[in-house]
């Protein structure tokens, strides 16, 4: 299957360079394979990304619609009241939502709202598919060398997307903000939290396709983390010369 890559309709400035911060262990198949993985965003260190605001009434209103147990229902209807008011998804739990339902009942419904919960969050949050490659403008922050390098022990790649069309044409830049994020596929797969700005973050965001990689000869060089160990430096270095 074609892949279909998710890109904001605004202008975006252009960037010849970008680069990948990548642990030991794949390290090596990353380069010699010339392949860029994606990862889902459930994996990320950020838990709020790709998560926009989440409407309570809404999902409140699509259980009643004979979306989920008619046990749930029942109580909801005859016992129950909720306020109606938009929350964070990243900050309700679903133990806080049936608190918000004033019945003492539906906590014995509690295990059908939280898997009807997960569903509803998965579908209107965040695309199950979604699949994104993350880019950073800069190969000397310690701190992603820390988080994504193996603690230095692994690399970073430098890309020259000049010789990729599909990194030069699809690569975005991330807006960070201190505001919430409203819910659509677009504004939440491309903007984070400003706390995340020193990453300087660019990404590659793919909704469809059956591989988990795409494949690019725009590798034009690899830095080294300070703790790598020096075999492994070696079998890189010597990878690197034959890549020449």
């Given at each position: 299957m074609k892949q279909t890559f998710l890109k904001p309709n605004v202008h975006e400035q252009k960037i010849d360079i970008?680069?990948?911060?990548?642990?030991?262990?794949?390290?090596?198949?990353?380069?010699?394979?010339?392949?860029?993985?994606?990862?889902?965003?459930?994996?990320?260190?950020?838990?709020?990304?790709?998560?926009?605001?989440?409407?309570?009434?809404?999902?409140?209103?699509?259980?009643?619609?004979?979306?989920?147990?008619?046990?749930?229902?029942?109580?909801?209807?005859?016992?129950?009241?909720i306020d109606k008011m938009n929350f964070d998804i990243s900050r309700i739990t679903i133990y806080q939502f049936c608190c918000y339902i004033k019945s003492k009942d539906i906590f014995l419904c509690y295990n059908d709202i939280s898997s009807y919960f997960r569903k509803y969050v998965g579908k209107v949050v965040l695309n199950q598919n979604l699949k994104v490659a993350c880019f950073s403008e800069k190969n000397d922050s310690l701190l992603m060398w820390a988080h994504y390098a193996g603690n230095f022990t692994g690399i970073c790649v430098e890309y020259d997307l000049c010789k990729d069309e599909i990194l030069k044409e699809n690569c975005t830049r991330v807006k960070y903000s201190t505001k919430k994020i409203n819910n659509t596929k677009l504004e939440t797969s491309f903007?984070?939290?400003?706390?995340?700005?020193?990453?300087?973050?660019?990404?590659?965001?793919?909704?469809?396709?059956?591989?988990?990689?795409?494949?690019?000869?725009?590798?034009?060089?690899?830095?080294?983390?300070?703790?790598?160990?020096?075999?492994?430096?070696?079998?890189?270095?010597?990878?690197?010369?034959?890549?020449k």
């Open positions: 970008l680069f990948r911060y990548i642990p030991y262990e794949h390290a090596y198949e990353n380069v010699q394979n010339g392949v860029i993985h994606f990862s889902s965003p459930y994996s990320f260190n950020d838990i709020y990304d790709s998560l926009g605001v989440f409407q309570v009434d809404d999902f409140y209103d699509t259980m009643l619609s004979g979306k989920i147990g008619n046990d749930v229902i029942n109580i909801i209807k005859h016992n129950g009241e903007a984070k939290s400003s706390d995340w700005s020193y990453e300087k973050e660019w990404r590659l965001v793919c909704e469809k396709g059956n591989e988990d990689y795409i494949k690019t000869n725009s590798i034009s060089a690899i830095y080294l983390g300070a703790n790598m160990l020096q075999d492994n430096s070696f079998k890189l270095i010597a990878l690197a010369k034959s890549k």
